[in-house]
């Protein structure tokens, strides 16, 4: 597997709301402190991202996307200027809230001609689990955009397009469990087309999985975390020294690499904690801990409580 499927192979999409949306004149959807990943599909015309408050407007055009991964404030908007359109901003985060199973809802916002829009979008939010849930925050950018310009819609984006409208609009047996997998899809295509590309983000894993070297070190420490890794056996898998590692590493993730281990294992122990029946000693083997006193420790470093706290429902989500 290559090391972007082995970071993401626990990442599982659920809770997905979408709805869409239409906007006009001096419309705007208005989305406050999500606090969980956004997204916008822009699926004819032109709306205006304003991705965080003082930011300048981002135009997309039908095809673009646009990913908030900490779910933000911000703004969308059919003009590139907020000042007339913020009297007539619909909530959109309350309408992602009221989102009915029995169909996706349309959201309009400012005054059409004729029934023309400027711009229409499916818009939604969703919740992110997995181990690698605790990376979002720091390893992504507060947002980043997929813009096609003249190259045109991407195959995956048309056919997952086509998709998702036809489970938004209408009823069916695992709807939920469908538009849940196709954010799946959404949401790692949007990764892999973003690192293709000339990426700017935060120290932290997207970074990593840009460098050739750095990549290998995280695919084999995501594959295989029990395993009794030091860092002269990582140097190995990245084809270079300790000292270059240890650098490289700390510089792309913002933490040298058995630091990164030890974060990973913990935040794999916390969902095992939570998902599985096994005892406290079984997650600690299954995580490379001979020492159940030892996986304690590290574990209460983490998360300040013990594993079986955490099982007992006392502890703070997984961040």
Not at 9 to 27: C, H, P, S, Y
Not at 90 to 114: I, K, M, N, P, Q
């Amino acid at each position: 597997m290559d090391s972007l499927s082995e970071v993401l192979a626990d990442v599982r999409i659920r809770d997905a709301l979408f709805v869409r949306t239409q906007l006009a004149g001096q419309g705007a959807l208005r989305v406050g402190q999500a606090g969980q990943p956004c997204f916008h599909l822009v699926t004819a015309g032109q709306v205006w991202l304003y991705p965080a408050p003082g930011e300048s407007p981002i135009a997309l055009q039908a095809g673009d996307v646009a990913f908030l991964p900490q779910g933000g404030p911000h703004v969308l908007s059919a003009q590139p200027a907020l000042a007339g359109a913020q009297g007539e901003a619909v909530d959109l985060l309350r309408h992602w809230r009221e989102a009915d199973e029995s169909g996706a809802a349309t959201v309009s916002s400012g005054s059409s001609v004729g029934g023309v829009w400027s711009g229409r979008t499916i818009s939604g939010c969703m919740h992110i689990e997995g181990v690698t849930e605790a990376w979002l925050c720091g390893g992504l950018p507060p947002w980043l955009t997929l813009q096609w310009g003249e190259r045109g819609l991407p195959g995956w984006l048309v056919i997952g397009l086509a998709y998702l409208e036809q489970e938004l609009g209408r009823q069916g047996l695992a709807r939920q469990a469908v538009i849940d997998r196709l954010g799946d899809i959404l949401f790692i295509q949007s990764l892999r087309t973003y690192l293709h590309g000339p990426i700017s983000a935060p120290p932290g894993w997207l970074m990593g999985l840009k460098d050739g070297m750095v990549s290998r070190v995280l695919g084999a420490m995501h594959r295989e975390p029990a395993h009794d890794w030091q860092l002269v056996e990582l140097a190995k898998v990245g084809c270079v020294s300790r000292s270059v590692l240890a650098e490289r590493f700390t510089q792309l993730l913002g933490m040298p690499p058995l630091a990164y281990l030890t974060r990973h294992r913990m935040q794999l122990a916390a969902r095992r904690l939570q998902r599985s029946g096994g005892s406290v000693a079984e997650v600690a083997l299954s995580v490379g801990y001979q020492s159940s006193a030892a996986f304690a420790q590290a574990f209460k470093r983490e998360f300040a409580c013990s594993p079986r706290e955490w099982r007992a429902g006392q502890a703070r989500p997984v961040a």
